[in-house]
T-cell receptor, first 113, second 114 residues
Framework: AQTVTQSQPEMSVQEAETVTLSCTYD???????LFWYKQPPSRQMILVIR??????QNATENRFSVNFQKAAKSFSLKISDSQLGDAAMYFC??????????FGGGTRLMVKP | EAQVTQNPRYLITVTGKKLTVTCSQN?????MSWYRQDPGLGLRQIYY???????DKGDVPEGYKVSRKEKRNFPLILESPSPNQTSLYFC?????????????FGPGTRLTVL
């Protein structure tokens, strides 16, 4: 079974600075999909960014980008120009051929004004 | 508005009292699933359904039942709840099985079993 590990339970960043959240996963599959979800205090799960494993180019969505290292099985999220509204739990998730979405344990991001 | 709805949003119950959490989506999605969220463990899949009358177990199915009689509804049933089922529950749906399809989540149901 696939596992997803987020080694940083908590992170903090100064407003307007850049922060990187780590995610590693374990899989024997060659074709799969990776996601980052944001969960603000409202508890709503919001898709931030997604990446297809066969695409070498790193995905980017405005201030959010990923560093996808397939050989290292690493999928980190970089948030640039951090804003107070970025404060939330962030979950990394993996979907392979089995279609099940497997989540990491989450990283709580705090943004300091 | 395209959405996944869950009811109730909050529920406090006692051990052994059967309960149902409803889930409905208005996007005509084939795939629906249930997750539970616990601190440090992220979200874990309980059950999923690829279409009407097709359901299968996820990672943590013990103590739960589901049914998919209509495409839009996917209720989660706890026949005899126990305190270890105290958790935050999410229903989700997505259109078909294409891997990059976005999964849409409901607002969550906070369940406490005393």
């Amino acid at each position: 079974a696939q596992t997803v590990t987020q080694s940083q339970p908590e992170m903090s960043v100064q407003e307007a600075e850049t922060v990187t959240l780590s995610c590693t996963y374990d899989t024997s599959e060659s074709d799969y999909y990776l996601f980052w979800y944001k969960q603000p205090p409202s508890r709503q799960m919001i898709l931030v960014i997604r990446q297809e494993a066969y695409k070498q180019q790193n995905a980017t969505e405005n201030r959010f980008s990923v560093n996808f290292q397939k050989a290292a099985k690493s999928f980190s999220l970089k948030i640039s120009d951090s804003q107070l509204g970025d404060a939330a739990m962030y979950f990394c998730a993996y979907r392979g051929a089995g279609n099940m979405l497997t989540f990491g344990g989450g990283t709580r991001l705090m943004v300091k004004p | 508005e395209a959405q996944v709805t869950q009811n109730p949003r909050y529920l406090i119950t006692v051990t052994g009292k059967k309960l149902t959490v409803t889930c409905s989506q208005n996007m005509n999605h084939e795939y629906m699933s249930w997750y539970r969220q616990d601190p440090g463990l992220g979200l874990r899949q309980i059950y999923y359904s690829m279409n009407v009358e097709v359901t299968d177990k996820g990672d943590v199915p013990e103590g739960y039942k589901v049914s998919r009689k209509e495409k839009r509804n996917f209720p989660l049933i706890l026949e005899s709840p126990s305190p270890n089922q105290t958790s935050l529950y999410f229903c989700a749906s997505r259109p078909g099985l294409a891997g990059l399809n976005e999964q849409f989540f409901g607002p969550g149901t906070r369940l406490t079993v005393l």
